[in-house]
Protein backbone atom coordinates (compact mmCIF):
# COMPACT_ATOMS: atom_id res chain seq x y z
CA UNK A 1 0.00 0.00 0.00
CA UNK A 2 2.54 2.35 1.00
CA UNK A 3 4.62 2.10 -2.86
CA UNK A 4 0.86 2.38 -4.26
CA UNK A 5 0.87 5.62 -2.21
CA UNK A 6 4.53 6.52 -3.06
CA UNK A 7 3.72 6.03 -6.79
CA UNK A 8 1.04 8.24 -6.65
CA UNK A 9 2.63 10.79 -4.95
CA UNK A 10 5.19 11.07 -7.78
CA UNK A 11 2.29 11.05 -10.51
CA UNK A 12 1.30 13.96 -8.61
CA UNK A 13 4.53 15.66 -8.80
CA UNK A 14 5.01 15.11 -12.85
CA UNK A 15 1.14 16.29 -13.67
CA UNK A 16 2.30 19.75 -11.82
CA UNK A 17 5.75 19.95 -14.06
CA UNK A 18 3.37 19.38 -17.12
CA UNK A 19 0.86 22.08 -15.64
CA UNK A 20 3.98 24.33 -15.73
CA UNK A 21 3.03 28.42 -17.07
CA UNK A 22 5.21 29.14 -19.99
CA UNK A 23 8.13 31.66 -19.31
CA UNK A 24 8.01 35.03 -20.26
CA UNK A 25 10.77 34.54 -23.04
CA UNK A 26 8.83 31.58 -24.64
CA UNK A 27 5.33 33.10 -24.67
CA UNK A 28 7.16 36.46 -26.74
CA UNK A 29 9.12 33.94 -29.30
CA UNK A 30 5.49 32.07 -29.77
CA UNK A 31 4.02 35.48 -29.95
CA UNK A 32 6.63 36.71 -32.96
CA UNK A 33 5.44 33.67 -34.83
CA UNK A 34 2.21 35.04 -35.47
CA UNK A 35 3.11 38.77 -35.80
CA UNK A 36 2.85 40.39 -38.99
CA UNK A 37 5.80 42.21 -40.41
CA UNK A 38 3.96 45.18 -39.88
CA UNK A 39 3.48 44.64 -35.82
CA UNK A 40 7.08 43.08 -35.85
CA UNK A 41 8.83 46.05 -36.86
CA UNK A 42 6.67 48.40 -34.61
CA UNK A 43 7.90 46.01 -31.88
CA UNK A 44 11.14 46.25 -32.87
CA UNK A 45 11.69 49.74 -32.91
CA UNK A 46 9.66 49.93 -29.39
CA UNK A 47 12.27 47.47 -28.44
CA UNK A 48 15.61 49.58 -29.37
CA UNK A 49 13.70 53.23 -28.01
CA UNK A 50 13.60 51.34 -24.43
CA UNK A 51 16.35 48.98 -24.08
CA UNK A 52 20.03 50.69 -24.25
CA UNK A 53 21.70 47.62 -25.48
CA UNK A 54 19.96 47.24 -28.97
CA UNK A 55 20.92 49.13 -31.86
CA UNK A 56 19.42 49.20 -35.14
CA UNK A 57 22.65 48.03 -37.95
CA UNK A 58 19.73 48.81 -40.54
CA UNK A 59 16.40 49.92 -41.84
CA UNK A 60 14.74 49.35 -45.27
CA UNK A 61 12.55 52.34 -44.74
CA UNK A 62 16.30 54.37 -44.03
CA UNK A 63 18.29 52.86 -46.46
CA UNK A 64 17.45 54.64 -49.12
CA UNK A 65 19.76 57.93 -50.76
CA UNK A 66 17.33 60.38 -49.64
CA UNK A 67 18.15 59.77 -46.11
CA UNK A 68 21.32 61.24 -44.10
CA UNK A 69 23.83 58.69 -43.44
CA UNK A 70 24.36 60.02 -39.86
CA UNK A 71 20.88 59.77 -38.63
CA UNK A 72 21.09 56.74 -35.46
CA UNK A 73 17.78 55.38 -36.42
CA UNK A 74 17.86 53.09 -32.64
CA UNK A 75 17.09 56.69 -31.77
CA UNK A 76 13.95 57.28 -33.44
CA UNK A 77 10.46 56.25 -33.53
CA UNK A 78 7.85 54.90 -35.74
CA UNK A 79 6.28 58.36 -35.70
CA UNK A 80 9.96 59.68 -36.27
CA UNK A 81 10.73 57.53 -39.50
CA UNK A 82 6.78 58.85 -40.97
CA UNK A 83 7.92 63.00 -40.54
CA UNK A 84 11.27 61.92 -42.13
CA UNK A 85 9.75 60.49 -45.20
CA UNK A 86 7.11 63.59 -45.65
CA UNK A 87 10.36 65.47 -45.67
CA UNK A 88 12.21 64.16 -48.25
CA UNK A 89 9.59 63.48 -50.83
CA UNK A 90 9.57 65.60 -53.94
CA UNK A 91 6.91 67.15 -55.71
CA UNK A 92 6.63 64.48 -58.15
CA UNK A 93 2.97 62.64 -58.46
CA UNK A 94 2.83 58.98 -57.16
CA UNK A 95 1.89 56.35 -59.58
CA UNK A 96 -0.30 54.84 -57.13
CA UNK A 97 -2.43 58.40 -57.06
CA UNK A 98 -1.97 58.86 -61.01
CA UNK A 99 -3.56 55.49 -62.16
CA UNK A 100 -6.51 56.23 -59.31
CA UNK A 101 -7.25 59.28 -61.09
CA UNK A 102 -7.92 57.49 -63.53
CA UNK A 103 -9.89 54.93 -62.67
CA UNK A 104 -11.95 56.87 -61.06
CA UNK A 105 -12.95 58.92 -64.17
CA UNK A 106 -13.86 55.31 -65.57
CA UNK A 107 -17.67 53.40 -65.95
CA UNK A 108 -17.26 50.64 -63.86
CA UNK A 109 -18.93 49.48 -60.29
CA UNK A 110 -17.77 49.90 -56.72
CA UNK A 111 -16.53 46.42 -57.04
CA UNK A 112 -14.26 46.57 -60.03
CA UNK A 113 -13.03 49.73 -58.73
CA UNK A 114 -12.22 48.17 -55.25
CA UNK A 115 -10.12 45.44 -57.43
CA UNK A 116 -8.12 48.09 -59.65
CA UNK A 117 -7.07 49.84 -56.22
CA UNK A 118 -6.01 46.29 -54.71
CA UNK A 119 -4.12 45.76 -58.37
CA UNK A 120 -2.98 49.39 -58.03
CA UNK A 121 -1.39 49.16 -54.64
CA UNK A 122 -0.19 45.75 -55.39
CA UNK A 123 2.70 47.47 -57.53
CA UNK A 124 6.26 47.46 -57.24
CA UNK A 125 8.74 50.72 -57.89
CA UNK A 126 8.64 49.46 -61.51
CA UNK A 127 4.62 49.67 -61.85
CA UNK A 128 4.89 45.56 -62.21
CA UNK A 129 3.30 42.94 -59.82
CA UNK A 130 5.62 39.83 -60.24
CA UNK A 131 7.61 40.42 -57.12
CA UNK A 132 4.27 41.08 -54.71
CA UNK A 133 1.26 39.09 -54.24
CA UNK A 134 -0.45 37.19 -56.96
CA UNK A 135 -2.91 39.31 -58.37
CA UNK A 136 -5.65 36.01 -58.00
CA UNK A 137 -5.21 36.40 -54.25
CA UNK A 138 -6.79 39.82 -54.03
CA UNK A 139 -9.96 38.45 -54.83
CA UNK A 140 -12.33 39.11 -52.21
CA UNK A 141 -13.94 35.30 -51.84
CA UNK A 142 -16.94 37.14 -50.04
CA UNK A 143 -17.88 39.08 -53.46
CA UNK A 144 -18.73 36.41 -56.01
CA UNK A 145 -18.61 39.01 -59.08
CA UNK A 146 -15.30 39.82 -57.60
CA UNK A 147 -13.85 36.37 -60.20
CA UNK A 148 -11.47 35.49 -62.58
CA UNK A 149 -13.08 37.37 -65.50
CA UNK A 150 -13.44 40.35 -63.53
CA UNK A 151 -9.74 40.61 -62.66
CA UNK A 152 -8.69 40.45 -66.21
CA UNK A 153 -10.51 43.24 -66.89
CA UNK A 154 -9.19 45.01 -64.48
CA UNK A 155 -5.76 43.85 -65.04
CA UNK A 156 -6.44 45.50 -68.86
CA UNK A 157 -7.72 48.57 -68.12
CA UNK A 158 -5.14 49.26 -65.79
CA UNK A 159 -2.29 48.12 -68.25
CA UNK A 160 -3.99 50.33 -70.91
CA UNK A 161 -4.27 53.83 -68.67
CA UNK A 162 -0.83 56.32 -68.92
CA UNK A 163 1.48 55.43 -68.22
CA UNK A 164 0.83 52.31 -70.62
CA UNK A 165 1.78 48.83 -69.80
CA UNK A 166 1.92 49.17 -66.13
CA UNK A 167 -0.29 46.20 -63.82
CA UNK A 168 2.05 43.41 -66.09
CA UNK A 169 4.41 40.88 -64.42
CA UNK A 170 7.84 41.67 -65.76
CA UNK A 171 9.27 44.60 -68.12
CA UNK A 172 8.40 41.54 -70.93
CA UNK A 173 4.95 41.89 -70.53
CA UNK A 174 5.04 45.35 -70.27
CA UNK A 175 6.78 45.84 -73.51
CA UNK A 176 4.19 43.48 -75.13
CA UNK A 177 1.30 45.38 -73.68
CA UNK A 178 2.51 48.47 -75.26
CA UNK A 179 2.61 47.67 -78.84
CA UNK A 180 -0.76 45.98 -78.33
CA UNK A 181 -2.34 49.53 -77.29
CA UNK A 182 0.19 51.40 -80.06
CA UNK A 183 -1.17 48.90 -82.38
CA UNK A 184 1.15 49.57 -85.46
CA UNK A 185 3.89 46.70 -84.81
CA UNK A 186 4.90 44.27 -87.75
CA UNK A 187 4.19 40.97 -87.51
CA UNK A 188 7.65 39.78 -86.97
CA UNK A 189 7.86 42.42 -83.96
CA UNK A 190 4.66 41.05 -82.53
CA UNK A 191 6.47 37.47 -82.49
CA UNK A 192 9.44 39.23 -81.27
CA UNK A 193 8.08 40.88 -78.21
CA UNK A 194 5.34 37.56 -77.65
CA UNK A 195 7.97 35.63 -75.69
CA UNK A 196 10.72 35.82 -78.04
CA UNK A 197 12.91 38.95 -77.32
CA UNK A 198 16.01 36.48 -76.14
CA UNK A 199 16.35 35.53 -80.33
CA UNK A 200 17.82 39.10 -80.31
CA UNK A 201 20.53 38.94 -78.22
CA UNK A 202 22.97 37.49 -80.72
CA UNK A 203 24.70 40.20 -81.57
CA UNK A 204 24.74 40.97 -85.07
CA UNK A 205 22.21 41.25 -87.70
CA UNK A 206 23.20 38.28 -89.35
CA UNK A 207 23.64 35.98 -86.60
CA UNK A 208 19.87 36.99 -85.48
CA UNK A 209 18.64 35.97 -88.80
CA UNK A 210 20.19 32.55 -88.43
CA UNK A 211 18.64 32.08 -84.80
CA UNK A 212 15.10 32.85 -86.21
CA UNK A 213 16.11 30.14 -88.67
CA UNK A 214 16.87 27.52 -86.23
CA UNK A 215 14.19 28.61 -84.01
CA UNK A 216 11.95 27.80 -86.23
CA UNK A 217 13.23 24.44 -87.52
CA UNK A 218 13.43 23.79 -83.83
CA UNK A 219 9.89 24.06 -83.13
CA UNK A 220 8.81 22.32 -86.13
CA UNK A 221 10.81 19.20 -85.22
CA UNK A 222 8.25 19.01 -82.31
CA UNK A 223 5.00 16.88 -82.14
CA UNK A 224 1.90 18.82 -82.91
CA UNK A 225 3.66 21.57 -83.64
CA UNK A 226 1.57 24.87 -84.61
CA UNK A 227 2.26 27.22 -86.88
CA UNK A 228 4.53 30.33 -86.22
CA UNK A 229 3.14 33.63 -87.39
CA UNK A 230 6.23 34.20 -89.18
CA UNK A 231 6.33 30.55 -91.13
CA UNK A 232 5.17 32.79 -94.65
CA UNK A 233 7.50 35.88 -93.67
CA UNK A 234 10.52 36.31 -95.83
CA UNK A 235 12.50 37.71 -92.69
CA UNK A 236 15.25 39.85 -93.51
CA UNK A 237 18.32 42.57 -92.05
CA UNK A 238 15.62 45.29 -92.79
CA UNK A 239 12.72 43.67 -90.59
CA UNK A 240 15.43 43.32 -87.29
CA UNK A 241 16.76 46.93 -87.73
CA UNK A 242 13.47 47.97 -88.19
CA UNK A 243 12.19 45.43 -84.99
CA UNK A 244 15.01 47.12 -83.01
CA UNK A 245 14.23 50.84 -83.39
CA UNK A 246 10.66 49.96 -82.65
CA UNK A 247 11.61 48.39 -79.14
CA UNK A 248 13.70 51.51 -78.32
CA UNK A 249 10.41 53.25 -78.34
CA UNK A 250 8.79 51.27 -76.00
CA UNK A 251 8.99 51.87 -72.46
CA UNK A 252 10.89 48.95 -70.09
CA UNK A 253 10.21 51.14 -67.02
CA UNK A 254 6.65 52.75 -67.61
CA UNK A 255 6.81 53.71 -63.55
CA UNK A 256 9.89 55.36 -63.77
CA UNK A 257 8.69 58.76 -63.64
CA UNK A 258 6.55 58.67 -60.55
CA UNK A 259 6.87 58.03 -56.64
CA UNK A 260 6.28 54.95 -55.44
CA UNK A 261 3.44 55.02 -52.61
CA UNK A 262 3.64 52.36 -50.04
CA UNK A 263 1.21 53.69 -47.44
CA UNK A 264 -1.62 51.17 -48.92
CA UNK A 265 0.69 48.64 -47.97
CA UNK A 266 -0.81 47.48 -44.80
CA UNK A 267 -3.62 45.51 -47.25
CA UNK A 268 -1.39 44.73 -50.28
CA UNK A 269 1.79 43.49 -49.87
CA UNK A 270 2.72 40.16 -49.13
CA UNK A 271 4.21 39.53 -45.51
CA UNK A 272 6.78 38.00 -47.33
CA UNK A 273 8.99 36.38 -44.73
CA UNK A 274 10.75 33.06 -46.95
CA UNK A 275 12.30 33.42 -50.32
CA UNK A 276 12.85 30.66 -52.17
CA UNK A 277 15.47 30.40 -54.80
CA UNK A 278 16.12 27.45 -57.53
CA UNK A 279 20.03 27.26 -57.57
CA UNK A 280 22.31 25.45 -60.00
CA UNK A 281 23.97 22.59 -58.61
CA UNK A 282 23.84 18.80 -57.41
CA UNK A 283 23.38 18.03 -53.93
CA UNK A 284 24.26 14.45 -52.29
CA UNK A 285 21.21 15.09 -49.94
CA UNK A 286 19.09 18.00 -48.41
CA UNK A 287 21.04 20.15 -46.47
CA UNK A 288 18.30 21.31 -44.16
CA UNK A 289 20.92 22.50 -41.83
CA UNK A 290 21.99 25.09 -44.93
CA UNK A 291 18.23 25.86 -45.60
CA UNK A 292 19.20 23.60 -49.21
CA UNK A 293 16.55 21.05 -50.37
CA UNK A 294 17.71 18.87 -53.69
CA UNK A 295 16.04 19.22 -56.41
CA UNK A 296 16.04 17.57 -60.01
CA UNK A 297 19.91 16.26 -59.91
CA UNK A 298 21.26 19.51 -61.11
CA UNK A 299 19.51 21.63 -59.32
CA UNK A 300 18.84 22.89 -55.56
CA UNK A 301 16.80 24.59 -53.79
CA UNK A 302 17.67 27.58 -51.19
CA UNK A 303 15.14 28.86 -48.29
CA UNK A 304 16.33 31.82 -47.03
CA UNK A 305 14.35 33.69 -44.34
CA UNK A 306 13.27 37.55 -46.09
CA UNK A 307 13.62 40.90 -43.45
CA UNK A 308 11.53 42.80 -45.60
CA UNK A 309 10.55 45.45 -43.91
CA UNK A 310 12.31 44.51 -40.60
CA UNK A 311 15.02 46.61 -39.29
CA UNK A 312 18.31 44.23 -38.49
CA UNK A 313 19.77 45.02 -34.69
CA UNK A 314 22.57 43.48 -32.51
CA UNK A 315 23.70 43.81 -29.13
CA UNK A 316 26.20 47.42 -28.49
CA UNK A 317 28.78 47.32 -26.38
CA UNK A 318 27.26 45.32 -22.85
CA UNK A 319 30.27 46.47 -20.27
CA UNK A 320 28.28 49.73 -20.35
CA UNK A 321 25.49 48.37 -19.11
CA UNK A 322 23.52 46.51 -16.22
CA UNK A 323 23.13 42.79 -16.39
CA UNK A 324 19.37 42.82 -16.74
CA UNK A 325 18.78 45.31 -19.71
CA UNK A 326 21.48 42.88 -21.42
CA UNK A 327 19.39 40.03 -20.65
CA UNK A 328 16.55 41.24 -21.86
CA UNK A 329 17.86 42.56 -25.11
CA UNK A 330 19.83 39.02 -25.60
CA UNK A 331 16.15 37.30 -24.89
CA UNK A 332 14.97 39.40 -27.41
CA UNK A 333 17.52 38.95 -30.29
CA UNK A 334 17.60 35.05 -29.38
CA UNK A 335 13.51 35.25 -30.12
CA UNK A 336 13.79 36.70 -33.25
CA UNK A 337 16.13 33.95 -34.03
CA UNK A 338 14.16 31.26 -33.17
CA UNK A 339 11.19 32.38 -34.98
CA UNK A 340 13.35 33.02 -38.55
CA UNK A 341 14.92 29.52 -37.95
CA UNK A 342 11.17 27.91 -37.61
CA UNK A 343 10.04 29.64 -40.58
CA UNK A 344 12.81 28.17 -42.42
CA UNK A 345 12.61 24.67 -41.46
CA UNK A 346 9.10 24.98 -42.28
CA UNK A 347 10.05 26.20 -45.44
CA UNK A 348 12.43 23.97 -45.96
CA UNK A 349 10.13 20.61 -45.34
CA UNK A 350 7.11 22.52 -47.08
CA UNK A 351 9.73 22.48 -50.47
CA UNK A 352 10.24 18.57 -49.96
CA UNK A 353 7.13 18.07 -49.81
CA UNK A 354 5.98 19.85 -52.73
CA UNK A 355 8.56 19.73 -54.95
CA UNK A 356 6.89 19.23 -57.96
CA UNK A 357 5.37 22.34 -57.49
CA UNK A 358 8.73 24.07 -57.37
CA UNK A 359 10.08 22.05 -60.30
CA UNK A 360 6.91 22.49 -62.62
CA UNK A 361 4.91 25.27 -61.38
CA UNK A 362 0.87 25.79 -59.98
CA UNK A 363 -1.15 22.80 -60.93
CA UNK A 364 1.32 20.99 -59.02
CA UNK A 365 0.66 20.29 -55.34
CA UNK A 366 0.21 17.54 -53.59
CA UNK A 367 -1.92 16.85 -50.59
CA UNK A 368 -0.33 18.01 -47.41
CA UNK A 369 -1.21 18.50 -43.78
CA UNK A 370 0.25 20.78 -41.46
CA UNK A 371 0.38 17.94 -38.74
CA UNK A 372 2.91 15.82 -41.23
CA UNK A 373 5.16 19.26 -41.75
CA UNK A 374 4.84 19.81 -37.56
CA UNK A 375 6.23 16.17 -36.93
CA UNK A 376 8.79 16.72 -39.39
CA UNK A 377 10.25 19.88 -37.88
CA UNK A 378 9.32 19.02 -34.63
CA UNK A 379 7.38 21.39 -33.34
CA UNK A 380 3.70 21.27 -32.51
CA UNK A 381 1.20 21.59 -34.99
CA UNK A 382 0.10 25.04 -33.65
CA UNK A 383 2.88 26.76 -34.65
CA UNK A 384 2.62 25.82 -38.35
CA UNK A 385 -0.91 26.82 -37.88
CA UNK A 386 0.53 30.52 -37.08
CA UNK A 387 2.89 30.03 -40.08
CA UNK A 388 -0.44 29.43 -42.59
CA UNK A 389 -3.73 29.97 -41.48
CA UNK A 390 -5.79 30.98 -44.21
CA UNK A 391 -6.42 34.48 -42.41
CA UNK A 392 -2.94 35.80 -41.34
CA UNK A 393 -1.09 33.27 -44.02
CA UNK A 394 2.97 34.55 -44.19
CA UNK A 395 3.89 34.93 -47.81
CA UNK A 396 6.61 32.89 -49.40
CA UNK A 397 8.20 34.21 -52.79
CA UNK A 398 8.95 31.34 -55.37
CA UNK A 399 10.32 30.43 -58.54
CA UNK A 400 6.82 31.16 -60.09
CA UNK A 401 5.54 34.12 -58.34
CA UNK A 402 4.25 34.84 -54.33
CA UNK A 403 1.92 32.55 -52.66
CA UNK A 404 0.56 32.62 -49.07
CA UNK A 405 1.70 29.46 -47.06
CA UNK A 406 -1.46 28.07 -46.28
CA UNK A 407 -1.70 27.68 -50.74
CA UNK A 408 1.05 24.58 -49.78
CA UNK A 409 -1.61 22.91 -47.50
CA UNK A 410 -4.04 21.05 -49.23
CA UNK A 411 -6.99 18.12 -49.07
CA UNK A 412 -6.73 15.00 -51.17
CA UNK A 413 -9.14 13.23 -53.51
CA UNK A 414 -8.57 10.00 -54.33
CA UNK A 415 -7.95 8.88 -57.93
CA UNK A 416 -9.42 5.97 -59.50
CA UNK A 417 -5.60 4.12 -59.13
CA UNK A 418 -5.78 4.53 -55.41
CA UNK A 419 -3.20 7.52 -55.18
CA UNK A 420 -4.34 10.97 -54.03
CA UNK A 421 -4.42 14.33 -56.02
CA UNK A 422 -5.15 17.65 -53.98
CA UNK A 423 -7.95 20.20 -54.04
CA UNK A 424 -5.14 22.84 -55.58
CA UNK A 425 -4.36 20.58 -58.51
CA UNK A 426 -8.29 20.05 -58.82
CA UNK A 427 -9.01 23.75 -59.25
CA UNK A 428 -6.43 24.10 -61.85
CA UNK A 429 -7.91 21.48 -63.83
CA UNK A 430 -11.53 23.34 -63.51
CA UNK A 431 -9.74 26.38 -64.27
CA UNK A 432 -7.94 24.69 -67.09
CA UNK A 433 -11.14 23.48 -68.44
CA UNK A 434 -13.46 25.76 -68.18
CA UNK A 435 -10.56 27.98 -70.11
CA UNK A 436 -10.31 25.90 -73.30
CA UNK A 437 -14.06 25.81 -73.25
CA UNK A 438 -14.64 28.30 -76.17
CA UNK A 439 -17.99 29.58 -74.48
CA UNK A 440 -16.78 29.62 -71.20
CA UNK A 441 -20.12 28.28 -70.38
CA UNK A 442 -19.22 24.72 -69.09
CA UNK A 443 -21.60 23.15 -66.94
CA UNK A 444 -20.52 21.67 -63.31
CA UNK A 445 -21.90 18.26 -64.23
CA UNK A 446 -19.37 18.47 -67.42
CA UNK A 447 -16.59 19.11 -65.67
CA UNK A 448 -17.33 16.87 -62.95
CA UNK A 449 -17.64 13.99 -66.13
CA UNK A 450 -14.25 15.35 -67.58
CA UNK A 451 -12.35 14.93 -64.43
CA UNK A 452 -13.64 11.79 -63.93
CA UNK A 453 -12.05 10.65 -67.21
CA UNK A 454 -9.05 11.54 -66.01
CA UNK A 455 -9.19 9.34 -63.01
CA UNK A 456 -9.92 11.96 -60.33
CA UNK A 457 -13.08 10.46 -58.52
CA UNK A 458 -14.80 14.16 -57.14
CA UNK A 459 -18.55 14.70 -57.02
CA UNK A 460 -20.51 17.76 -58.56
CA UNK A 461 -21.16 19.39 -55.48
CA UNK A 462 -17.04 19.36 -54.54
CA UNK A 463 -16.67 20.92 -58.46
CA UNK A 464 -19.26 23.45 -57.52
CA UNK A 465 -17.72 23.97 -54.56
CA UNK A 466 -13.88 24.40 -56.13
CA UNK A 467 -15.47 26.28 -58.80
CA UNK A 468 -16.88 28.95 -56.16
CA UNK A 469 -13.88 29.15 -54.27
CA UNK A 470 -11.67 30.15 -57.86
CA UNK A 471 -14.52 32.97 -57.94
CA UNK A 472 -15.94 31.86 -60.89
CA UNK A 473 -19.72 31.83 -61.18
CA UNK A 474 -22.05 28.90 -62.77
CA UNK A 475 -21.91 28.31 -66.15
CA UNK A 476 -25.50 29.89 -66.34
CA UNK A 477 -24.21 33.47 -64.78
CA UNK A 478 -21.40 33.21 -67.48
CA UNK A 479 -23.38 33.25 -70.51
Not at 305 to 315: A, C, N, R, V
Request: aromatic letters at 8%; hydrophobic letters at 35%.
Amino acid sequence: MAEIKQFQHHSQKQAQKQNQKLTQKQIQAVGFLAMSSKDLREEILRMAEENDAIEIVSDPFTSGDNFQRSLSPSSLSADDYNSILEQQSDNRETLQKHLMDQIHLQRISASEEELCRKLIYNLDKDGFYGSKIKPETLLDPSQPQQNLFMLKKCMSLIQQLDPVGTCCKDVFESLKVQSEVLGNASVFTKFILDGNLELLNAGSTEKILKKVKDFQKDWHSKAFATDLPIDNLKITEQMVEETFSYIRQLNPYPASDYLYDASGYDNNIADVVLKIEKKSGSLASDEIENGKIRGDGNSYFQVKYSSGIIPEIKLVNEKLLDRQTVSKAKDFIDNLQFMKNTFVLQGCFIVKEQLDFFEKGPGNIAPLTRKKIAGEVGVHESTVSRFSSKKNSKYLETPWGIFPASYFFSSGVKMDQGSMVSAEAIKSKILELISLSPSSQISDSKLTRLLNEQGIEVARRTVAKYRSQLGIENSYNRK
